[in-house]
């Protein structure tokens, strides 16, 4: 479901039907989402994944395999025009949409930085990581965040390193991975609260709610789409 709101928000915002939009948002059960040019098989291990009932998913934009879990990670979506990143390099778009998390990190204490090309680090490793789909002039960026995690998790359940199971596909990079829990003592939620608070503040945001329509939208996508093994499972 969250994977068919990112294109249904996306594409609100190119209708014009919403203005430039940031929707946070947290998992209500474990997956791994892997990026929209990546082979499950060479990604997952599925006897793994299985065992301890991780989901998986495909997002409409590129990277790498993201780990996600209730209650420890934390996703924000931007739906905004280009023009809010002219003149401004496809590689250096990253840091630019996630300067205001970077600050928000270090507002509560969290030594995080940007790492390029599209990393939130700490001196310890990975905060979070991003990707982008570009779309009729338009951008969907979203960053994953892991508050905590279980660091010993990572390979088991993506096969970084290990071989090619499938002759195609964009393959993970091998990472240290560095949860905000680490630096901070605020829960994920609380954490989910600041990041909210920080950006209404910076960006003078308004309060918006998902619409009747767009959860019609997303459910009808997710029954055609992002349910579905075919999509899923697809070569790149």
Request: with cysteine; glycine share 6%.
């Amino acid at each position: 479901m969250h994977m068919a709101l990112d294109e249904v928000l996306l594409e609100e915002v190119i209708g014009g039907r919403r203005p430039p939009t940031m929707r946070l948002w947290k998992w209500i059960e474990p997956a791994l989402v892997i990026g929209s040019h990546q082979s499950v098989a060479n990604e997952v291990d599925l006897a793994t994944a299985e065992e301890l009932g991780f989901i998986i998913t495909r997002r409409m934009s590129g990277g790498g395999t993201m780990l996600c879990e209730p209650d420890r990670t934390i996703t924000y979506s931007l739906y905004l025009p280009e023009s809010m990143v002219a003149g401004v390099s496809f590689r250096k778009s990253y840091a630019l949409l996630d300067d205001w998390a970077v600050r928000a990190f270090n507002e509560i204490g969290v030594p995080a930085a940007y790492r390029e090309i599209n990393d939130i680090v700490s001196p310890r490793g990975k905060i979070g990581g991003a990707a982008q789909a570009r779309r009729r002039r338009h951008v969907l960026h979203h960053t994953t965040i892991a508050h905590s995690m279980e660091v010993d998790l990572v390979p088991r359940l993506i096969r970084i390193g290990r071989e090619r199971m499938a002759a195609r596909g964009v393959r993970s990079a091998e990472k240290s991975v560095s949860p905000l829990s680490w630096f901070t003592k605020l829960s994920c939620d609380e954490v989910d609260a600041h990041l909210h608070s920080f950006f209404a503040r910076e960006f003078g945001a308004n309060e918006s709610t998902l619409t009747s329509v767009e959860l019609e939208s997303a459910s009808r996508l997710v029954a055609s789409k992002y349910g579905d093994a075919a999509w899923i499972n697809r070569l790149p």
